[in-house]
């Protein structure tokens, strides 16, 4: 028996070359060696989407996404959160027994709250608890995640030790595994990539020529004024991209900006040519899924079955052991 890997993302909007690189490769990978579910959140999308009539294209778009990547419907269970409604069953029982305290010290509630203080939900307070439902639900074990992630994996953990030690042992502690998420930075120079800040992404569903037009305006060493100054590829966006896209040159890349033989502007060309070649296969995938949307809609529907299959038989347990049967 394969080990089940659970992993979700909200469709709040077009995935980037920051998801690309940082998770969704990985989730290709892992569909060799583990049985993989993979969940598109639209409930925890909720906790800070105020435009809900644009979830329904950012699910597609999302869906898109994985499968032009890599994810392979037929190895893995592709579905839509609300479309097993199990899991919010679920997390109704959690909440009863996981304590306010243990949820108001999580580091990204305190984030999520201090970035929309007139918008500080019950949804957004009990985050933790559905994405331990929607973890537990499928009993997975390995949850693939990036750091900032790790304390919501270890409030999972308590809550499934809480709940196997009061109507005992039911469901697996759900392991968070590090993979090597490397951190894109923002095409503004603040931070990472991120859907959530104007102008700081690359989406895969871009074009060649808007993939160009972003590199081409994109913020660099900003200590490099002039074409004669010697730069820091350190510090600049541009030279982290080179790392993935042009790994056999980066480090000539790196000695030419420094002794300021290499302009931007060719810099910038550079990595336009080679990122757009790189993602053209995806990119022609993903058009290719595009024209058939009863396809992505089948994949979503036969995922959602599988799912409920699972889910139906986990929560028969849990009412009986939790004495609702
Ligand atoms: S030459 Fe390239 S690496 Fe150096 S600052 Fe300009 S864009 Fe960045």
Known sequence: MKKRVFSGARPTARQHI????GAIDNYVKLQNDYDCVYCIVDIHALTTLQETDKIQGYIRDLALDWLAAGIDPQKSIVFVQSHV??????????GMMTPLSWLLRVPT??????AQPDN?????????????ADIILYKAEVVPVGE?????IELAREIVRRFNLQFGETFPEPKGVLTSFPTIPSLTGKSKMSKSEEGSTIDIAHTAEETSARIMTAVTDPARKFRKDPGHPEVCNIYSLHKYFTPSE????????????????????LLAKNMNESLAPLRAK?????AKPDYINKVLADGAERARIIARETMKEVRHKIGLS
């Open 18 to 21: 920051g998801n690309l690189l």
């Open 85 to 94: 409604p199990e899991v919010t069953e679920l997390q109704t029982y959690l």
């Open 109 to 114: 509630f305190k984030e999520k709250a201090k």
């Open 120 to 132: 500080i939900n019950y949804g957004l307070v009990g985050y933790p608890v559905l994405m331990t």
């Open 148 to 152: 900032d992630q790790l304390p919501h």
């Open 250 to 269: 980066v480090e000539k890349i790196g000695t030419d900006c420094r002794a300021a033989a290499i302009g931007c502007v060719d810099c910038k060309k």
């Open 286 to 290: 993903r058009l290719e899924l595009a």
